[in-house]
């Protein structure tokens, strides 16, 4: 970590341009990755309109139309913060792809969140217009005031640095699990439920959501929701930026501590 | 006979195999867990606010999830794996020793790879339709349980023909594992009974990709709401799928000319 800060910008460029050009020419699996990111949102939205008309029109506040905003907008949040690390750290560490990485006079997470970016970048320009059509195709209604869509945008960034700082440091656990698959299913369930990808956390028992006001996952995913749907006072989307902080920071102090002690850990295997 | 014999010695061989990372069995076994809890979570939290979906009960929903996690276990057990061998075999090139030996090919590539540990989901998927039976209350005679198996039995053989029939255009289009990747995502679709989606998406799930068979008509034969007319064409639909796939694995196999040679 010897260069200079002022460096990092000209990296970041020559990052991005790679990624680009190696996600293009990847096209396939780019196309395979938005079909199973849209599936799932569909699935709960049919599921929960479905509840919704049989129950006469509503749900816990939630009509019909409300349950398509909330999953498609979902769908697009879900789209610009998740990571792939967890999944991915395990192989990485394994078989010593991760030794070249540390040679470099980069901190290797500046390596990840250029690939994410890109990632996200190229993903948008069909996430966002498939957006558009199960808006209109689901009968979505939506109706935020101009400060919930105004606030909407620092949510959404933060939840995006809360998510990638998290799962970053989690995948850390590789240096010292060699099979990280089982720990990798227990919190993607941890995330499906808590974060509001299966249901609006309003509609859970009120247990449940005390939990899930309490840890990170809310944060890094529903909260952004339901903010632009209009659904929080003021006040709570004050307290929710404050929770998002407290947990960036949390996150950030785990990262320095679990990367220090990995990397003295991290005997590369293949070298 | 020489063909149980094969399908005998490569279960043989998976066990075997297996049996050297006796952890993973417990992995597997945790991962089982979790996925039938994430399922039977999801069906707890709609019947939290509602009684029926879309004409199906608690109960029945529950029998539904034993059944994906049944059939998804078969698939995960041999299919899956062996398409996945099958697949790479044509990008490497060691498809070739396969073609070479004296049996038929497409047994043979069908059989070829085992992850025994999956056999978990089938035992748990197992348990959890019987639970859903018992606690719908319903008499399932021999009658319904025949018709059951042999529903089943259907909506596998057109799973398995659907993944061959993907496979084989690997011969043509050499890089296509991550086709399999799809088929995951579109059967995670089959956790709800499909007469809830709208029609595009039920249409997809039906004759795209044939999910909708394997799920959902057996689980509507078990509960005793299937129309005769439907166990008649999902069997001819089995029989058409398992002659097609037949048909279309020997006409790829004449377009194969080995990567390696």
Same mark, same amino acid.
């Given at each position: 970590m010897t260069l200079r800060l002022g460096r990092l910008p000209a990296v970041y460029a020559a990052k991005f341009r790679a990624e680009i050009a190696l996600q293009v020419a990847y096209r396939g699996a780019l196309v395979i990755w938005l079909l199973g990111l849209l599936i799932e949102p569909i699935v709960y939205l049919v599921v929960w309109t479905t509840v919704a008309r049989g129950q006469g029109g509503q749900v816990g506040g939630f009509a019909a139309g409300d349950f398509a905003a909330y999953f498609t907008i979902l769908m697009i949040v879900n789209q610009l913060t998740f990571t792939w690390h967890f999944h991915f750290f395990e192989w990485r560490v394994r078989n010593g792809f991760f030794s070249p990485m540390l040679l470099?006079?980069?901190?290797p997470i500046h390596n990840d969140v250029a690939e994410n970016l890109t990632f996200k970048m190229l993903t948008f320009t069909v996430v966002g217009p498939v957006a558009l059509f199960l808006l209109a195709t689901f009968g979505a209604t939506l109706h935020p005031e101009p400060w919930h869509l105004i606030a909407f945008v620092p949510t959404l960034v933060l939840a995006m640095v809360l998510r990638f700082l998290l799962e970053w440091t989690l995948a850390l656990a590789a240096f010292w699990i060699t099979r990280t698959v089982a720990l990798n299913q227990a919190y993607y369930v941890a995330v499906l439920f808590l974060s509001g990808q299966?249901?609006?956390?309003?509609?859970?028992?009120p247990a449940v959501q005390a939990v899930a006001s309490v840890l990170p996952f809310r944060w890094m995913v529903a909260f952004p929701v339901e903010t632009v749907l209009g659904r929080l006072a003021p006040g709570e989307v004050l307290a929710g930026f404050g929770a998002q902080l407290g947990w960036i920071i949390v996150s950030l102090v785990l990262m320095r501590v679990i990367w220090r002690a990995g990397i003295r850990r991290y005997s590369a295997v293949g070298a | 006979m020489r063909s149980l014999g094969l399908i005998w010695l490569s279960l043989r061989l998976g066990v075997l195999n297996a049996l050297q990372y006796r952890a993973d069995f417990f992995i597997q076994l945790f991962q089982s867990l979790v996925g039938l809890v994430t399922a039977l979570a999801a069906v707890a939290l709609v019947f939290g606010q509602t009684d029926e979906l879309g004409g199906w009960s608690r109960d029945e929903l529950i029998a539904l999830v034993g059944v994906f996690l049944l059939v998804g276990g078969l698939i995960n057990v041999v299919i899956r794996p062996s398409m996945e061998k099958l697949m790479e075999g044509v990008r490497l090139g060691t498809l070739d020793f396969t073609l070479t030996k004296p049996a038929d090919a497409q047994l043979l590539v069908s059989v070829r790879? *085992? &992850?025994?540990?999956?056999l978990i989901d089938v035992a748990l998927g197992t348990v959890v339709i019987v639970i859903g039976i018992a606690r719908l209350g319903e008499q399932v005679g021999p009658e319904r349980a025949v018709a059951f198996g042999l529903v089943l039995v259907a909506g596998v053989a057109i799973i398995y023909s659907f993944l061959l029939i993907l496979s084989t255009l690997a011969f043509w289009l050499?890089?296509? &594992?991550?086709i399999l990747v799809i088929f995951g995502s579109m059967y &995670?679709?089959?956790?709800?009974?499909?007469?809830?989606?709208?029609p595009w998406l039920r249409v997809a799930l039906t004759v795209?990709?044939? *999910?909708a068979f394997a799920i959902t008509v057996p689980v509507e034969t078990l509960v005793g709401r299937l129309e005769p007319m439907t166990l008649v064409t999902t069997v001819g639909l089995a029989l058409a799928f398992l002659v097609g796939s037949r048909w279309f694995w020997k006409f790829g196999l004449r377009h194969y000319t080995g990567a390696s040679a």
């Open positions: 470099r006079p980069v901190h299966v249901a609006p956390l309003s509609l859970f028992p | 790879q *085992v &992850e025994v540990w999956r050499v890089r296509l &594992e991550n &995670e679709a089959g956790r709800w009974p499909v007469g809830l989606y709208p795209v990709v044939p *999910v």
